[in-house]
């Protein structure tokens, strides 16, 4: 005969963590309930017995159970699993998150949170010493390898008195000391700087812990970071005074001999020359993103706060003369693609910019309808190069040009073609004729609407302009 145990005989062998979901109480805990060895003898005795004295059946025959069972050692309860919990789990549908658990919960999210943001902000230390590392580096080539030999040559008092300034490598000169501070500007001023820095990184991070700040060597480093508003400032002239100095055999044997020993073997050293102003946009990056992972209570917020916002004001205010130095960078780059370039065109100006570029069609003006050449039309403030993409398609050969310097160039829209066309063209050229008098004119079929008017837009800017320079 079985023997029906009250609820409040089951057990719990490890507690349980009610869940709103009632069958998830399974996942938690393992409910055990208690059942008996069969003895029909034992429980029919006991059931007579409560029977007698009791008119309640079923109250005395569970309460004989308990007792014969807890009497006779024979009938002493086993454990098992319960399989069947439904009842328990129904009671915990409805179950919720009392004040304590929902406290302890969100201890423990913050904890997982904060230590979150205190290995990402190791991360940015680690990657932010290893690009000032690496920066420091370059600078050490830059002056070891290059600056140093140059000036020592500048400053050798055979080379002043015999060549009145010019210093030499065998029997050709270099440069003049001039140049030389014109291309490396105040170089040794940042090495320094960032060296020394540099140090004070390597320092901090023997001593690195959670609540370890970084915002005291931040706040040192800015104020002497006013060494690069000249260092920018004179990059246009740098660039062009390199490229001049390119042109002599002397110079670019040593260039090319000091490049072989340098860890930046393979990169033009006119890039080289810009790391600077590439390294502070870096900075800025890496410290924004340790500021935007340091907790609001983290000793090195607030003032983590005042180095962005410095870091910030600092870029802002460079802002023009960087984008002054990429101008001339980009424009000096691109006519080193550019094969077969006249020599009149490759002197480049420091008011030269490139406005547009294009992969278009050049149409034939006395065959419209046919495809037309591939070529690419660079669109500069004071010139448009008509070029032809190099059959591997790293430069291009050169084609044509028209120098909108003379004040005779002009472009107008042709609407009714099917197709997007602009033409260029000079004063008193016929359009449906391809040469008239020697002056070429230029029918373009380019993708979209789009880029013929910003052709249109930007040529007509450009050349009313240089027009009205003329007339002034």
Same mark, same amino acid.
């Given at each position: 005969?079985?023997?029906? +145990? $009250?609820?409040?005989?089951? +057990?719990?062998?490890?507690?349980?963590?009610?869940?709103?979901?009632?069958?998830?109480?399974?996942?938690?805990?393992?409910?055990?309930?208690?059942?008996?060895?069969?003895?029909?003898?034992? +429980?029919?005795?006991?059931?007579?017995?409560?029977?007698?004295?009791?008119?309640?059946?079923?109250?005395?025959?569970?309460?004989?159970?308990?007792?014969?069972?807890?009497?006779?050692?024979?009938?002493? $309860?086993?454990?098992?699993?319960?399989?069947?919990?439904?009842?328990?789990?129904?009671? #915990?549908?409805?179950?919720?998150?009392?004040?304590?658990?929902?406290?302890?919960?969100?201890?423990?999210?913050?904890?997982?949170?904060?230590?979150?943001?205190?290995?990402?902000?190791?991360?940015?230390?680690?990657?932010?010493?290893?690009?000032?590392?690496?920066?420091?580096?370059?600078?050490?080539?830059?002056?070891?390898?290059?600056?140093?030999?140059?000036?020592?040559?500048?400053?050798?008092?055979?080379?002043?008195?015999?060549?009145?300034?010019?210093?030499?490598?065998?029997?050709?000169?270099?440069?003049?000391?001039?140049?030389?501070?014109?291309?490396?500007?105040?170089?040794?001023?940042?090495?320094?700087?960032?060296?020394?820095?540099?140090? !004070?990184?390597? !320092?901090?991070?023997?001593?690195?812990?959670?609540?370890?700040?970084?915002?005291?060597?931040?706040?040192?480093?800015?104020?002497?970071?006013?060494?690069?508003?000249?260092?920018?400032?004179?990059? /246009?002239?740098?660039?062009?005074?390199? *490229?001049?100095?390119?042109?002599?055999?002397?110079?670019?044997?040593?260039?090319?001999?000091?490049?072989?020993?340098?860890?930046?073997?393979?990169?033009?050293?006119?890039?080289?020359?810009?790391? /600077?102003?590439?390294?502070?946009?870096?900075?800025? +990056?890496?410290?924004?993103?340790?500021?935007?992972?340091?907790?609001?209570?983290?000793? !090195?917020?607030?003032?983590?706060?005042?180095?962005?916002?410095?870091?910030?004001?600092?870029?802002?205010?460079?802002?023009?003369?960087?984008?002054?130095?990429?101008?001339?960078?980009?424009?000096? *780059?691109?006519?080193?693609?550019?094969?077969?370039?006249?020599?009149?065109?490759?002197?480049?100006?420091?008011?030269?910019?490139?406005?547009?570029?294009?992969? #278009?069609?050049?149409?034939?003006?006395?065959?419209?309808?046919?495809?037309?050449?591939?070529?690419?039309?660079?669109?500069?403030?004071?010139?448009?190069? #008509?070029?032809?993409?190099?059959?591997?398609?790293?430069?291009?050969?050169?084609?044509?040009?028209?120098?909108?310097?003379?004040?005779?160039?002009?472009?107008?829209?042709?609407?009714?073609?099917?197709?997007?066309?602009?033409?260029?063209?000079?004063?008193?050229? !016929?359009?449906?004729?391809?040469?008239?008098?020697?002056?070429?004119?230029?029918?373009?079929?380019?993708?979209?609407? *789009?880029?013929?008017?910003?052709?249109?837009?930007?040529?007509?800017?450009?050349?009313?302009?240089?027009?009205?320079?003329?007339?002034?």
């Amino acid at each position: 005969m079985s023997v029906f +145990v $009250p609820l409040h005989a089951y +057990v719990v062998k490890t507690p349980l963590y009610p869940s709103p979901l009632g069958n998830s109480m399974r996942q938690h805990g393992d409910l055990l309930h208690l059942h008996t060895a069969k003895n029909d003898d034992a +429980v029919t005795t006991a059931s007579s017995t409560s029977s007698t004295k009791s008119g309640d059946i079923g109250s005395s025959f569970l309460s004989g159970s308990i007792s014969s069972i807890a009497s006779n050692p024979k009938h002493r $309860p086993s454990i098992s699993l319960a399989h069947d919990v439904e009842i328990i789990d129904e009671a #915990c549908d409805d179950y919720t998150l009392d004040e304590d658990d929902a406290f302890i919960t969100g201890k423990l999210w913050g904890l997982k949170h904060s230590e979150s943001r205190h290995q990402a902000r190791e991360r940015v230390l680690i990657e932010l010493f290893t690009e000032e590392q690496r920066y420091v580096h370059t600078l050490q080539s830059l002056y070891n390898l290059f600056y140093l030999p140059l000036r020592a040559q500048a400053s050798s008092d055979d080379a002043m008195s015999s060549r009145g300034g010019l210093f030499h490598v065998g029997k050709a000169s270099l440069c003049t000391a001039q140049d030389l501070r014109v291309v490396f500007r105040n170089l040794e001023q940042i090495y320094q700087l960032h060296s020394q820095f540099l140090n !004070d990184l390597r !320092d901090r991070m023997q001593i690195w812990g959670a609540a370890q700040i970084l915002s005291d060597l931040l706040l040192q480093l800015h104020p002497s970071l006013r060494v690069y508003s000249s260092y920018v400032e004179s990059s /246009p002239e740098a660039i062009l005074a390199f *490229e001049r100095l390119m042109r002599s055999t002397a110079f670019k044997k040593f260039i090319e001999h000091a490049m072989e020993n340098a860890p930046f073997k393979g990169t033009a050293f006119r890039t080289i020359l810009q790391v /600077p102003i590439t390294h502070l946009r870096r900075y800025q +990056v890496l410290l924004n993103t340790l500021f935007s992972n340091t907790d609001p209570f983290h000793p !090195d917020y607030v003032k983590l706060r005042i180095c962005s916002r410095q870091i910030a004001a600092i870029l802002a205010s460079l802002s023009p003369r960087v984008s002054r130095a990429d101008n001339v960078q980009k424009t000096v *780059e691109l006519q080193h693609l550019i094969k077969a370039l006249p020599a009149a065109l490759t002197t480049a100006s420091l008011h030269r910019r490139l406005l547009l570029q294009t992969d #278009c069609y050049r149409l034939d003006a006395m065959a419209l309808s046919q495809p037309g050449d591939s070529r690419t039309y660079f669109l500069f403030n004071d010139l448009v190069v #008509c070029t032809k993409r190099t059959k591997d398609g790293t430069g291009y050969t050169y084609k044509d040009h028209v120098d909108l310097k003379q004040g005779a160039a002009n472009i107008r829209d042709r609407p009714h073609a099917k197709t997007p066309q602009f033409e260029i063209y000079t004063k008193g050229t !016929d359009s449906d004729v391809a040469f008239v008098d020697g002056i070429q004119s230029h029918v373009l079929k380019v993708d979209t609407v *789009e880029v013929k008017m910003e052709w249109l837009r930007a040529f007509r800017e450009s050349a009313a302009q240089w027009q009205r320079q003329r007339k002034g």
